[in-house]
């Protein structure tokens, strides 16, 4: 019952944090990111203006666009909103699992995570959007969506332990699993560095065209696409192994995968081709953010402890 | 249907919608930068003299997108900031030809035509920068009235602000000229006018 509440926690803040990501990469893709120029209020407000009479006239209003406010506050709201539920799942893993040294760490840890990425939210306003910066704080909310689906995935065994026990234990599989989730990270870091340039070749030259800017990038961006079909043979190979497991999630999970990746190269060639647009972006990052997630999941599924 | 199923759908759902609202977002974000420019008021005529000793009349703002600033040459605050982050602009556009930039001194007194000559050698690195001189009378009223900027204990006490005027001599909008993020601004909006045409 307590560790069902736990669970139902740790799947909310996961969601939630997920959503946090959508809302940034939708900040990042529509150049929201300094529609609020102060932080944590936005033009010296708590509710963001909608009018620009309604700004304090300390407050230099000339890049008030009320679109551009909204959307960047509602990536803070969501993340305000993410933090709420960890702080509750903190409370929860501090009243009933003190012992349960994975489930507490995981809560604790994924506290201190949501926390610092929100410093780091203003660190990146305060700096007009120093690339860099916005790359790291795409990298911690990815650690942080890691931890909590760990926190899921290990509440949920804990629940429904009879699920787990008869379940092949594969070392070759587990490895390749603990691989798929270091080149996925690497190749969702390839991904930012990529957008990084693009964007530093375009503040440098305003006039180029999306073709040209990608024409002008350096011949890295070719290891983001080897380095996705390499992930695209690791998941065919995954959901091979995976399809034969009794385990109606982890055969799920597995297809899910291929096909993700799969979707992946196709929106990630679509972007070339069709000159980045928008909304491609956005989804090729967030649903490339699903999979670390997922194969944390996955990981934890097939490498059970609790096979004694 | 079990229950996974149920959750699948709902998920499916989510995401379609999560789609429509960026799809949503992103169309409003770009339709709210042209919005976001909107005609404040039309730069009246004016005739002032660039540092070649040629003539600038608000004619010449015709069909160019113009940034116009006000400095004087020994001002040693906000002056070398804004005329570097002009200098900035100048070579990041210096592909178009639908660009320039007028800087208009404040201290006429001093500021002779070859105290801006030096001044434009020192930051403008193409010729579509004017540095321009008058009657300071005629600068009072041109910043006070044209461009509606204050313009009291002049030389010192000019406005620090940046204007962009569009290819119909239209004020559309305003900006700090030495805040990193306004200039930032201010060159996204150059880029939605010349999109615009």
Request: proline content about 3%; overall charge neutral.
């Amino acid at each position: 019952m307590k560790k069902q509440l736990f669970f139902q926690s740790a799947v909310i803040s996961t969601i939630l944090s997920y959503l946090v990501i959508f809302a940034g990469g939708l900040v990042r893709v529509s150049g929201a990111g300094m529609g609020c120029p102060d932080w944590p209020r936005c033009f010296g407000r708590w509710i963001p203006p909608t009018n620009i009479d309604q700004i304090p006239s300390h407050i230099d209003a000339t890049s008030f666009n009320i679109v551009l406010a909204w959307t960047e506050y509602s990536n803070r709201l969501i993340g305000v909103s993410a933090g709420f539920s960890i702080i509750i799942l903190n409370i929860i893993a501090i009243f009933y699992f003190r012992k349960e040294l994975k489930l507490l760490s995981a809560a604790v840890l994924s506290l201190i995570l949501v926390g610092a990425n929100g410093g780091l939210g203003a660190l990146v306003v305060s700096s007009v959007l120093d690339p860099f910066l916005v790359s790291l704080h795409m990298i911690l909310a990815l650690i942080l969506v890691s931890v909590l689906s760990y926190a899921c995935i290990e509440s949920y065994k804990g629940i429904h332990l009879e699920q787990f026990k008869d379940i092949e234990i594969n070392r070759t599989l587990s490895n390749s699993l603990i691989v798929f989730w270091i080149l996925i990270v690497i190749e969702i870091l390839l991904g930012t560095g990529i957008r990084t340039n693009l964007e530093f070749i375009s503040i440098e030259n305003p006039l180029l065209s999306k073709g040209e800017l990608l024409n002008a990038l350096d011949s890295y961006k070719y290891l983001h696409s080897i380095l996705g079909f390499s992930l695209l043979f690791l998941s065919i190979y995954i959901y091979l192994k995976l399809r034969n497991y009794k385990l109606y999630i982890v055969r799920f999970l597995g297809t899910f995968t291929l096909a993700m990746i799969i979707v992946q190269i196709f929106l990630g060639e679509m972007m070339i081709f069709f000159e980045l647009p928008q909304l491609t972006r956005l989804f090729h990052t967030w649903g490339s953010s699903w999979l670390v997630g997922i194969i944390i999941i996955l990981y934890n599924c097939i490498s059970n402890e609790y096979v004694k | 249907m079990n229950t996974l199923n149920k959750k699948l759908i709902i998920a499916f759902f989510s995401v379609l919608i999560l789609g429509l609202i960026g799809l949503f977002t992103i169309h409003k974000a770009t339709q709210s930068r042209v919005s976001n420019l909107p005609v404040i008021s039309k730069v009246p005529d004016f005739q002032l003299d660039n540092f070649d000793g040629t003539s600038f009349t608000e004619k010449k703002l015709e069909n160019k997108i113009t940034v116009a600033s006000f400095i004087f040459t020994q001002c040693d605050g906000a002056c070398p900031i804004m005329s570097t982050n002009i200098g900035i602009l100048q070579k990041r556009f210096s592909d178009s030809d639908e660009l320039q930039f007028i800087s208009i001194t404040t201290d006429p007194d001093y500021d002779s035509k070859s105290v801006l000559k030096d001044f434009s050698d020192k930051y403008s690195a193409n010729d579509n920068w004017f540095f321009l001189r008058g009657d300071i009378g005629d600068v009072i009223t041109l910043a006070e009235d044209g461009f509606f900027l204050s313009a009291d204990l002049l030389p010192v006490g000019h406005s620090t602000r940046l204007v962009l005027i569009d290819q119909n001599r239209n004020i559309r909008k305003y900006y700090e000229g030495t805040v990193d993020a306004n200039i930032l601004e201010l060159q996204y909006d150059i880029v939605t006018l010349i999109d615009q045409g």
